[in-house]
Structure formats: C-alpha cells, structure tokens
C-alpha cells in the first residue's frame, strides 16, 4: 500500500524524488529518481535538527517548505517520521499539502510501516547531539532555541 501512496506523490507535475523517513533518519521508502539516496540522507538530517530545534522549544514541526539549489522542499512530519517531497514547480504545493495528509493517514494504518516505525523508535534531539554543526547550521538553531 505505501508503494501506491508514494507512487501517487511521485505522479503529481514536477515531483522528482518521494522519500519516507523516519526520526532515527533511515528510509522506509524513496521513489528511484536521478537525485543520490546520500543527498535524501544529507536533506533529511538538516529537517530533523530542525524538527529537533523546534521541539526543544516545545514546539511540534508538522510542515517544512525550504528551497533547495533550483528546487522546492515540502516535508510533512508525523509522531516518528516525516516524508520528504522534492519537486520543481511551486504552483503544485497546495496538491502536495493535502496529498501528504491522505498519505500520512494511510501509513499509520499500514501494519508493515507502524511494524517498521516502532523498530525506528528514536529521539529527536540525539540529531542536535550528534556530529559537527557548520556555521550556517549553528545560525539557524540558535535563531530556533
């Protein structure tokens, strides 16, 4: 079922990669595009320290939209993983918004993912522990905490 979700995601006008992610940063599931599986890792940890920034300060990210190089970043989080979307035209933002929505409804009732969820079981805040922070990084969690 989750591969049907994602596929939906993957069909909607300039979506180039869909990635499932949980909170310890591993992937439950990427569509197959031209952008590297190291680059989805490299985005999704810069999401998680923001989504752990926010929650130091009590506050629960649910959606994130960055630019990234000349595309667009929509990332919909949920109780211990979020899903990435990367996509080229902005104008289809409000489609990806609600299609997350119906997606994320549709993972938490997949048994094979809240199966896989549970194993991925994790802390935000082990991202704000772990690992050298670089400048532009540092500025933009102290602006959060």
């Known amino acids: 079922m989750s591969e049907k979700l994602i596929e939906e995601i993957r069909q909607i006008e300039s979506v180039e990669a869909v990635a499932i992610i949980s909170f310890k940063g591993n992937v439950w599931q990427q569509t197959e ?3 590297p599986r ?6 999704a940890s810069y999401l998680l320290k923001m989504a752990a920034a926010n929650e130091k ?6 959606l994130a939209e960055l630019l990234w190089l000349n595309r667009s970043l929509l990332a919909r989080f949920s109780n211990g993983f979020f899903i990435l979307v990367i996509f080229r035209n902005h104008e289809v933002v409000s489609l990806l ?4 929505n119906v997606t994320v409804a549709g993972l938490l009732e997949e048994k094979a993912f809240l199966k896989w969820l549970k194993k991925e079981k994790s802390a935000l805040d082990i991202h704000l ?3 050298q922070f670089d400048e532009k990084e540092v500025r933009l969690i102290s602006k959060l905490v």
């Open 33 to 35: 595009t031209g952008i």
């Open 38 to 43: 190291e680059t989805i890792h490299h985005i």
């Open 57 to 62: 300060k009590q506050q629960k990210l649910i």
């Open 97 to 100: 918004r609600i299609t997350l």
């Open 129 to 131: 522990k772990k690992g």
